[in-house]
């Protein structure tokens, strides 16, 4: 891949199969047999395009238009039913809430766990530990399970994790939303200097974040591209 580019998306489509009942989602899935009783289903049509590095992209389109299911793709934790994604550089990715959480876990180890993920070293989260907490600000929740925290907790830590692990390529995709709003300017000044340095995939349906804070925006429609041009 190029080294001028640093997200491809080329000729990418997702189909899901809707199936009428359990039993013969089972028997496709252990024989191959009978796939004439599903419903395929089209998440995202044959999309391609290209992000530069260091361009903030902004998605955006109804619920359903296929923006997750894209994100994923890009991310890697989704795998798609054609086409191809090429990613050159970190990627650390906000997506759906308490996603890579393990509710069990206090909000400490799973901060240890997640910048583990995405390559830090134990010497190197001990070191970032402290600006993490209090970028999330979340106090003595911080070594208590995360299943007992709000939504609105679980985006700070969330998001002061990926905030630190020195990404090339962030990714969100509208968890800001359920933050509240001094958080959320938190985030937006961060996110304002990150993109002088780094790669940003936003997702809102916010059109004034998304105008002051991309470059360019992608509109998708029912999983096809409907539009893409200058933000604004």
Same mark, same amino acid.
């Given at each position: 891949m190029s080294s001028g580019i640093a997200i491809r998306v080329d000729g990418v489509a997702k189909r899901y199969r809707i199936f009428a009942r359990p039993f013969d989602r089972l028997l496709f899935q252990m024989f191959g047999l009978r796939e004439t009783r599903c419903?395929?289903?089209?998440?995202?049509?044959?999309?391609?395009?290209?992000?530069?590095?260091?361009?903030?992209?902004?998605?955006? *389109?109804r619920n359903g238009a296929g923006k997750s299911t894209l994100l994923q793709i890009i991310c890697g934790t989704l795998t798609p039913s054609t086409g191809n994604v090429a990613v050159n550089g970190r990627v650390a990715a906000l997506l759906e809430l308490g996603a890579g959480f393990n509710p069990e876990f206090?909000?400490? #180890?799973?901060?240890?766990?997640? +910048?583990?993920?995405? *390559?830090?070293?134990?010497?190197?989260?001990? $070191? +970032?530990?402290?600006?993490?907490? #209090?970028?999330a600000e979340i106090g003595d929740f911080i070594d208590r399970?995360?299943?007992?925290?709000?939504?609105?907790?679980?985006?700070?830590?969330?998001?002061?994790?990926?905030?630190?692990?020195?990404?090339?390529?962030?990714?969100?995709? #509208?968890?800001?939303?359920? *933050?509240?709003?001094?958080?959320?300017?938190?985030c937006m000044r961060f996110l304002k200097r990150f993109k002088e340095s780094g790669t940003l995939v936003f997702v809102s349906h916010d059109?004034?974040?998304?105008?002051?804070?991309?470059? $360019?925006?992608?509109?998708?429609?029912? *999983? $096809?591209?409907?539009?893409?041009?200058? +933000?604004?």
């Amino acid at each position: 891949m190029s080294s001028g580019i640093a997200i491809r998306v080329d000729g990418v489509a997702k189909r899901y199969r809707i199936f009428a009942r359990p039993f013969d989602r089972l028997l496709f899935q252990m024989f191959g047999l009978r796939e004439t009783r599903c419903e395929p289903f089209d998440a995202l049509h044959e999309l391609s395009f290209a992000v530069r590095p260091g361009e903030t992209l902004g998605l955006i *389109g109804r619920n359903g238009a296929g923006k997750s299911t894209l994100l994923q793709i890009i991310c890697g934790t989704l795998t798609p039913s054609t086409g191809n994604v090429a990613v050159n550089g970190r990627v650390a990715a906000l997506l759906e809430l308490g996603a890579g959480f393990n509710p069990e876990f206090t909000g400490r #180890e799973n901060v240890y766990m997640n +910048a583990a993920i995405y *390559g830090l070293d134990r010497a190197e989260i001990d $070191r +970032a530990l402290p600006s993490i907490l #209090e970028f999330a600000e979340i106090g003595d929740f911080i070594d208590r399970p995360v299943k007992t925290y709000s939504s609105g907790m679980f985006v700070r830590l969330a998001f002061a994790v990926i905030a630190h692990v020195r990404a090339d390529i962030l990714i969100i995709d #509208e968890a800001l939303a359920v *933050g509240d709003v001094y958080f959320t300017q938190k985030c937006m000044r961060f996110l304002k200097r990150f993109k002088e340095s780094g790669t940003l995939v936003f997702v809102s349906h916010d059109v004034n974040s998304v105008i002051n804070l991309c470059d $360019r925006a992608i509109w998708l429609d029912r *999983g $096809r591209i409907a539009r893409q041009g200058p +933000a604004k």
